[in-house]
């Protein structure tokens, strides 16, 4: 016996009018199988319910994978540690849990070009979203970038105001291009708004040394800025020749 056509038609107005796709989704198989198993009705709404909670819970980490703005999805599951020097799983699974997000904690991944630090600061975004940490990926450039124009515009205490909303932050590659004095101190004063408030991730190619090129020669404003961000701070290096390079001299070795 199903559910008269009237019923069903006005439980699935009232899911949409209460938004509850979980329990439009699901209501029916459910009350087939609680008619087949003979379920008590509070089971029956138990399932429905948490049939909700679970779709409400995915949709959330939908979004917050969207607003993440990765520029293609990569996880810790297709990174291959075998072929990575410098970092190893077992780190990066406890890394994985997002402890260092609470605290917070800023995370730098360090290395020569090609040896997976955007990979890995990627999937470690991946699974921040998981648990519903707002997310952002952005490339160093980009970043300053916007911030300059937001400044021009006058929307620059908004776009500050919004990034601080960021949980996890991805700087992807400062020192690919230099800073103006300008961009820098905007880059700098966003470092100091998160210190000790927000998570951030820098990938970069340069050692800490040569980072003061990336901001004009400003000893004073790079040396402020790498100690706030080294302050609480996990330093992964990466090590190594690029791993598409390797993967191609590996192929075209014969064998
Ligand atoms: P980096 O940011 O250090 O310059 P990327 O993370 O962009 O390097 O890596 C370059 C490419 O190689 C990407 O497509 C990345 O997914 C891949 N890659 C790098 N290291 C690994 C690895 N150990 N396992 C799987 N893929 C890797
Ligand atoms: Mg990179």
Redesign the pocket.
């Given at each position: 016996m199903t559910a008269p056509t009237v019923v069903r038609d006005l439980v699935v107005a009232h899911t949409r009018a209460l938004k509850l796709p979980g329990v439009a989704r699901t209501f029916e198989g459910l009350a087939r199988q609680a008619r087949d198993s003979h379920w008590p009705h509070e089971d029956y709404l138990h399932e429905v319910l948490s049939a909700e909670q679970a779709s409400r819970h995915e949709s959330v980490i939908r979004q917050r994978l969207r607003e993440a703005r990765f520029p293609e999805v990569?996880t810790l599951d297709?990174?291959?540690?075998a072929?990575?020097d410098g970092v190893n799983a077992t780190q990066l699974h406890t890394l994985a849990r997002g402890e260092w997000v609470t605290a917070p904690e800023n995370l730098i991944?360090a290395?020569?070009?090609?040896?997976?630090?955007?990979?890995?600061a990627i999937a470690l975004g991946v699974e921040a979203t998981k648990q519903k940490r707002r997310v952002l990926f952005t490339r160093a450039a980009d970043l300053v970038r916007q911030l300059l124009e937001a400044r021009d515009t006058r929307e620059l205490t908004r776009l500050q105001q919004r990034l601080l909303r960021v949980e996890v932050l991805i700087v992807?590659?400062p020192g690919f291009v230099p800073f103006d004095r300008v961009g820098g101190e905007l880059l700098f004063n966003l470092l100091t708004d998160r210190y000790e408030r927000r998570a951030t991730v820098v990938?970069t190619?340069l050692a800490f040394a040569e980072w003061v090129t990336v901001f004009a020669g400003d000893e004073k404003l790079t040396t402020a800025l790498l100690d706030r961000l080294a302050h609480h701070a996990t330093v992964l290096t990466?090590k190594g020749k690029?791993?598409?390079m390797r993967r191609r001299r590996t192929r075209e070795e014969p064998s």
């Open positions: 990569k297709t990174f291959d540690f072929a990575a991944l290395g020569p070009i090609g040896t997976g630090k955007t990979h890995l992807d590659e990938t190619n990466t690029s791993y598409r």
